[in-house]
């Protein structure tokens, strides 16, 4: 019974095209022990015309850090921004920790700030791209049912940096890169069997983890 | 009621919603929040004119493999400033006429400071007939016009926003097209908030208003007096 239940989860894994990843970090200040009840915002930057980094995957990264830290309070990218709109539109959003000096002379945004106890400020940028792909595949369909011959590959390739900046002193106190590249395939003999390599949650693991380090106490 | 007549109305609807299939209509639906920022110490009526209220893009589809796409814009253009404007200014007024010299009656009696009417000016677009993905671009340029009670232009102005479906995983055309107009409109909202004071001609109405506002609160005893120097 217990081999039936994990037979599935097995199979699936083993359908897992291979990611390779590395982290870059750089920190000017020494890690976060105690955040107490401040909050932290992970934002993406959208600021570029040729790319814009993805809400899933800001919305991965801070998911990351609050499941395994749950005294953490991660703000949720869409409410930080409708809190304080227009401040951080993709067009209005301050590119610089010294631009904050800008924001803070507008009084509601300083009580909305207050309110929601904002001690840091990570700015993700980056994005995953597909690069090269080969192979072909077709289907058919007919009386005597349908299927798919062929195979397929593609890679992809993320890169993400995050910046972090603490608020009340209007500093960048770290900077975090991280790289994952992976091959997926599709195979297709009837039935076409995707295996593909989790290169954008790999990317959003690896630095989720080290912005965990950064601001838990238990890492 | 006759068979032949129940297969005529049969009929008639398979054709209609035939004909409906072979179009996209998207009507565009989004939440707006409320801007956080200092009032400005005016009223401000605004109009709406009817091709701004009713705004709409129709992509005509060039081939059989692609569909007509119609985008209705219009219903949220006014849901985005009706919420914008109230966290702009200190009061708002909706007014239903162009002010006019000839109807400056009309817009004195709602007491407003000035009248703004919003326009499309021009809208661009790019659809998944053009991409082949769920990722829709849509760019506006908004033309402005800012009338003083008695119909005189104040300052007429552009600005642009941009929109573009933040993902197109698992999005369905329509609320792929939905989701790039709701970022156009937050990004044209975004631009008209934080830019509206640095409009030149606008700088000057609010210093001509301010410049009004000292006079009418200076008390006579407060003028100074100028004393002729003796030769």
């Known amino acids: 019974m217990r081999i039936r239940k994990f037979l599935p989860l097995t199979c699936l894994l083993a359908l897992q095209g291979c990611v390779t990843s590395s982290v870059d970090e750089v920190l000017y200040r020494g890690t976060e022990a105690n955040l107490g009840d401040a909050s932290v915002v992970i934002l993406g930057r959208r600021h570029a015309s040729d790319y814009e980094t993805e809400p899933d995957f800001i919305e991965c990264v801070g998911d990351h850090i609050h499941s395994a830290d749950s005294s953490i309070n991660v703000m949720s990218e869409l409410e930080f921004m409708n809190a304080l709109y227009p401040w951080f539109e993709p067009r209005t959003a301050p590119l610089r920790p010294e631009d904050i000096e800008r924001l803070l002379q507008v009084k509601p945004v300083v009580a909305k700030l207050q309110e929601m106890k904002t001690e840091y400020m990570v700015w993700i940028d980056g994005e995953t791209i597909r690069t090269e792909g080969s192979g072909s595949m077709t289907c058919g369909i007919g009386p005597g049912g349908a299927g798919c011959f062929g195979f397929g590959t593609w890679g992809n390739d993320s890169h993400y940096e995050a910046a972090i900046w603490h608020f009340t002193d209007r500093v960048e106190v770290g900077r975090m890169s991280t790289t994952a590249t992976g091959q997926s395939y599709m195979p297709a003999v009837i039935i076409p069997i995707p295996i593909i390599a989790p290169v954008q949650s790999t990317a959003c693991d690896s630095l989720g983890e080290q912005l965990l380090h950064f601001f838990s106490a238990k890492y | ?231």
């Open chain 2, 1 to 231: 009621m006759s068979g032949s007549m129940i297969t005529a109305r049969f009929l008639t609807a398979a054709v209609v919603l035939l004909l409906g299939a072979c179009a996209n209509n998207v009507v565009v639906h989004g939440s707006f929040p409320t801007p956080v920022l200092e009032k400005l110490p005016y009223t401000l009526g605004v109009y709406y004119d009817p091709d701004f209220r009713n705004h709409e893009f129709f992509e005509e589809a060039t081939s059989r493999e692609e569909t007509d796409w119609r985008v209705k814009t219009g219903e949220a253009q006014v849901q985005m400033y009706n919420t914008l404007l109230p966290g702009m200014f200190e009061k708002i007024v909706i007014l239903n006429d162009l002010p006019r010299r000839d109807r400056v009656a009309a817009v004195a009696e709602e007491q407003v400071d000035a009248v703004l009417v919003p326009h499309v000016a021009e809208l661009q677009y790019s659809i998944p007939n053009h991409t082949k993905i769920n990722v829709f671009e849509i760019w506006m340029r908004y033309r402005y016009e800012l009338y003083a009670p008695d119909g005189e232009l104040l300052a007429d102005w552009t600005m642009t926003s941009y929109g573009k479906t933040p993902t197109a995983f698992l999005q369905s055309a329509e609320a792929a097209v939905n989701l790039a107009a709701v970022v156009a409109l937050r990004d044209a909202g975004a631009n008209f908030a934080l830019n509206f004071t640095r409009v030149p001609e606008v700088k000057l109405w609010m210093e001509s208003m301010a410049s009004k506002a000292k006079e009418s609160t200076a008390e006579p005893g407060d003028t100074p007096n100028f004393e002729e120097d003796s030769p």
